[in-house]
T-cell receptor, first 111, second 119 residues
């Protein structure tokens, strides 16, 4: 399973765009990149997933360069409620695939 | 969307007690579920993979006789912490992936976790 590296923590202010970058240098050809959000005392919540280029949904965008050795989660106009830990995970497809969580990034949104 | 439900959400019990945690897939069938443990200020650590109709696969360092897993149906997996001790106090989370025909990589969905406190 590809190892991921993320910043341990980030601070931002309300209304700003936040970009969290994840490094995954040994990503394999059949690996997907998935981001989760976790609030204290809750299970992780799926944010976005991609394989290459750019993916956008109603809450975030995911940018993946051509070499796929990194990815950037972009959260537009964050609010206080976006304060959470964000995990980047990399792994192959398949329902039997377990996820290996890295240390995650603690995002703190300040007023 | 797919929902995974855990019960109970928290439990406090005396040392030596066995505690059962349930994980249900509410609107899909899950042949595989995963159990994680998370200590304060730490990331999730995979404990075991629960397989419907067969034995669970445990990660290295996880005692299978301590953490009993049963996956008797396609919508229910249970984790039993036997003879629990204070060091077993943690946040236990399960997950499953809803299979979708023709879709290669559905994301995993997580339960809201069970806070276990052993006195």
């Amino acid at each position: 399973l590809a190892k991921t590296t993320q910043p341990i923590s980030m601070d931002s202010y309300e209304g700003q765009e936040v970009n969290i970058t994840c490094s995954h240098n040994n990503i394999a050809t059949n690996d997907y990149i998935t981001w989760y959000q976790q609030f204290p005392s809750q299970g992780p919540r799926f944010i976005i997933q991609g394989y290459k280029t750019k993916v956008t949904n109603e809450v975030a965008s995911l940018f993946i360069p051509a070499d796929r050795k990194s990815s950037t989660l972009s959260l537009p106009r964050v609010s206080l409620s976006d304060t959470a830990v964000y995990y980047c995970l990399v792994g192959p497809s398949g329902s039997a695939r377990q996820l290996t969580f890295g240390s995650g990034t603690q995002l703190t949104v300040l007023p | 969307g797919a929902v995974v439900s855990q019960h109970p959400s928290w439990v406090i019990c005396k040392s030596g007690t066995s505690v059962k945690i349930e994980c249900r897939s509410l609107d899909f069938q899950a042949t595989t579920m995963f159990w994680y443990r998370q200590f304060p200020k730490q990331s999730l650590m995979l404990m075991a993979t629960s397989n419907e109709g067969s034995k669970a696969t445990y990660e290295q360092g996880v005692e299978k006789d301590k953490f009993l897993i049963n996956h008797a149906s396609l919508t229910l997996s249970t984790l039993t912490v036997t003879s629990a001790h204070p060091e077993d106090s943690s946040f236990y989370i399960c997950s499953a992936r809803a299979p979708v025909a023709g879709v290669l990589n559905q994301p995993q969905h997580f339960g809201d976790g069970t806070r276990l406190s052993i006195l």
